[in-house]
């Protein structure tokens, strides 16, 4: 069991974070969907209306949360960067271009860190320091990447129900906290259809993934551990899904042993139990 | 929010719009289906049946709504298309072969574009001034193509929740009214499966859809806006899905707060509270 | 509306077939799945297991029902084929290696065609007079090979809701009887996951499945027409998937309105309503 | 049916089965996914977190159960295994790469056989005597194999209810217990989502998880049969689904028609019963 201990005895922490991916999620999956105007509107729906919608629900439910970013996005569109931040949310970094870590080379990954952390700052007046991979695709070189930066966390893996702390060269005794996220904690799986792009299958109900989401929330608030839902603006944002959302969130935040929080704060509450660090894991041939 | 006044004071809008693809969707994504006699007839069910059946929907809800035929399935199947116009229903452009725009040269689009309104005109006697593009893929040129030739409306991007006016090219002043759509509010998606061309996963059954479109609507009423749904005759056509949607179209009917109308109308409206028309959207290499 | 009578006054009419793949319908698909014995055994558990289960199912509901077969699998499960022709249902025919007509040359399915006949004749001593694509797929020509050889029927088609007569060859006279049939009512789309064949998605339960076909058979009572279902011994034989078919199977039996019938029952009352023949469809280049 | 007698009158057996896959599973299915931590995290969540909190539940419910674990995996999560087996429950034979029998050349299979089996004996302490196929593929070759080397059964196929014995070669005489599984008693097809890997659509609830199976077991009480449900650590030791899960399990211990045991303890009285082995099934060309 993590020895975190969270705020007001709550026995386990939530956080409902936002992946603002726009137009750069389809652009990096899909180059040709560069021509589709279609494709493109889908895409700006979440920092067009989405967002905005969003930061309606997190305030009207009194919530603080983390929004991951594109530095394309950002540049993009920056009033809606600035509108997240001027709300009280934490800006954090999701790539520049919205490219897998694990599919490029050590350089382009330190051009797309350091691109998207100089976007992120010059549009919003802060350098982000939460990490979340695109595509949910971290690589091996990227955690040290982040450490060397002073990045304070990163929330892209899958092994743990709770935060810890991820050393990735034991000899130089730099770490950051890794916050686990899971597939099932997604609204792209439920929502997601965009032809040539994914075409994941029916689109499920709000009323489906509220009880997928809720039934692991039951389970992490039973063994404990950190429960992270990710929405997409572009499709979390439309008015049925965001409805449906700002209820759940409601329902979660009257509940005496659920901590709800950012990831940055999370991330502050893990390094201050000052659980050991982990090194990477490791695989064979 | 939108400044556009629904009648009555509704404070949102709905269209049961349909798309009568018939076999021109599958020879223009598959054409190799055109050797299946099967395949062909499955896609005959919409103009055959399904129109009939729907028309007799409408009828009995009171309800008037607009279809999307391509070129080529209106002079295929041209009595279809005369006994909707007959009852009083909108005909719109959906492209002569069914291409998408997006995949198309400019001079291939202005070739379908016209093609599909001379078809249209000489079956129906109408001159189409509606255009949603085939497999919803609207290409960066259209809009400019379809404010030229003097169309009123596009209904096939997704970046917002109500129509606006879309501005092609602001040196002209020329202007379309754009109606959202999004892949939410479509029958394809719960209840297509045809071998060779789309196996989204298992049929959903027609509780599912209603299911779903009715929580995007009652988001739609909460927040504002413009809900409209597409049906696919060959699909929603079928005794038990037109069942399912004629008492869902009585409930729509029965909300106070909802204006439905066809998308001629809600463009009409839409140009009536003259909105600053709003340039094409960019994106950046 | 179909001239048909049904008898005792019934509206509409419901057929439960079966689809008795086997092995072949995986051979033909996916050649190299001939080296999995685990992808050989979940078919032969419907000659083997689901097909006596199934006849228990429709003697316990007083059921009558059609049963298609591919020649290959006549041949090597031949106890199989007497079993069901002996418990007074009829046998069908499915191809011989259950190859989609579509694909295949003239002579080839002439071949196939004539070689599944002679396989059914030698294991049930009976030649039959019912057809039904392999893959539900049927070519342009087959029709007419059907009508030269005296079938009475085809069941493979999907552009109507009750069956009709179909010259192939208006010229000739001769004609068949069409039973059409649609994707919704299918248990492979609710079922059937097999890696490598088919990967539909989530395997749903058969409580999903029967609402599905419920909803389409309460359509058809209301609209009139003829519901024909279709399951697979390898599918809806398992002890879960038949004790829910059973159950509707004895809901359906008990509906004044309906009349369940084989498909050979059927096809008579078509032909003695002596509907005007359809001519082939037509599609254009 | 199967003469087999179960311990107190039971009409069926039920057996809770776990496939520990962890990183091979993905390895082998997709060598590039080495690249991606986030990946194999995913995979390590199974071995590291999920097996743990599955023994506590099977703990729980006082319930023994059979592991599959790959020899890859027991090598890199030795402290896993050792603890699976102090707990009471059975190590079986799952591979040493992951890699599908159906694919390799006879030589392969048994380096990958001998490979597994002096892994877990070295890691365990115990030589297994159960096999399962990666990916349920079982070879054509395999059933020999594992008779020649003293297996005591295997659990892969599909084509009965119960268990039987299978003779591979009909002139030696030895044989094995063949313990039939499904597709439907998975949660791979209900939970699984991991991109180029399996995107097998919208991820389910644990409600639809066990009703499906539930469903099953209800058909298997009324029929007779033995029912093997498999979980994949990696998927069904998240909280939400590990407290399901747990739910379900001590449902069906209440059940007193049904004997709960190990794979190992089914195949035990599989033999006691001496049912006539059956020969390989065969196919023609």
């Known amino acids: 069991m993590s020895a975190i201990r969270w705020p007001g005895g709550a026995g386990c922490a939530a956080s409902f974070s936002f992946d603002v991916d726009g137009e750069s999620a389809v652009l990096a999956a899909a180059p040709s969907a560069a021509g589709s105007l279609s494709t493109m509107t889908h895409q700006a729906y979440g920092p067009l209306v989405g967002v905005r919608r969003l930061l ?52 382009e990954q330190i051009e797309q860190l350091d691109r998207g952390s100089d976007a992120l700052e010059r549009v919003s007046g802060i350098r982000p320091v939460g990490y979340r991979a695109p595509m949910w695709d971290l690589s091996w070189e990227m955690p040290g990447l982040l450490a060397a930066r002073g990045f304070r966390y990163d929330s892209s893996l899958m092994d743990d129900d709770a935060p810890y702390l991820l050393a990735p060269d034991p000899a130089s005794g730099a770490a950051i906290v890794e916050i686990p996220i899971q597939w099932a904690l997604d609204d792209w799986e439920q929502y997601c259809y965009l032809p040539d792009v994914t075409e994941l299958g029916p689109i499920q109900t709000p009323q489906h993934a509220v009880e997928l ?35 759940f969130i409601a329902e979660v935040r009257a509940m005496p042993d659920v901590w709800v929080a950012t990831l940055g704060e999370i991330a502050e509450l893990t390094v201050a139990a000052s659980p050991a660090p982990r090194p990477l894991p490791r695989i064979e041939p």
């Not at 950002?74 to 001027?86: F, N, S």
């Open 213 to 247: 989401w809720r039934s692991e929330l039951d389970g992490i608030r039973r063994f404990g551990g950190c429960w992270v839902l990710t929405n997409h603006p572009f499709l979390s944002g439309r008015p049925g899904r965001a409805t449906a959302l700002e209820a």
């Open 56 to 107: 309606e629900v997190l305030e009207r439910t009194g919530t603080r949360s983390t929004f991951f970013v594109p530095g394309y996005t950002a540049e993009l569109h920056p009033g809606t960067v600035r509108d997240i931040a001027a709300a009280g949310h934490e800006i954090a970094h999701h790539g520049y271009h919205h490219l897998k870590p694990a599919g490029l080379s050590t350089a």
